[in-house]
């Protein structure tokens, strides 16, 4: 559960190679998963992202300006 992420000492990691999902706390086991991998895999701190998640923003983001449509050249 996103409420466990939060109670624990240890960052919750997130490893997969886009067939396979490990979820981890030990940083020896995640060196191990990445040095055993046949291919590219991609990590991510859960722990961090759910921090993200919790924080109050600093400021509203703003809102992009719209760029102007150009018009298509025919050729004649």
Same mark, same amino acid.
């Given at each position: 559960r996103l409420s466990d992420v939060f109670t624990r000492?240890?960052?919750?990691h997130l490893l997969t190679d886009g067939k396979s999902i490990y979820l981890e706390v030990r940083h020896e086991r995640i060196i191990d998963i990445l040095k055993n $991998?046949?291919?590219p895999m991609f990590l991510v701190? !859960? #722990?961090?992202? $759910?921090?993200r998640l919790? $924080? !109050?923003p600093k400021k509203p983001p703003r809102a992009e300006a719209a760029l102007p449509l150009?018009? $298509?050249? #025919?050729?004649g």
């Amino acid at each position: 559960r996103l409420s466990d992420v939060f109670t624990r000492d240890s960052d919750l990691h997130l490893l997969t190679d886009g067939k396979s999902i490990y979820l981890e706390v030990r940083h020896e086991r995640i060196i191990d998963i990445l040095k055993n $991998a046949r291919q590219p895999m991609f990590l991510v701190c !859960v #722990t961090d992202q $759910a921090r993200r998640l919790r $924080a !109050v923003p600093k400021k509203p983001p703003r809102a992009e300006a719209a760029l102007p449509l150009r018009k $298509a050249r #025919t050729g004649g």
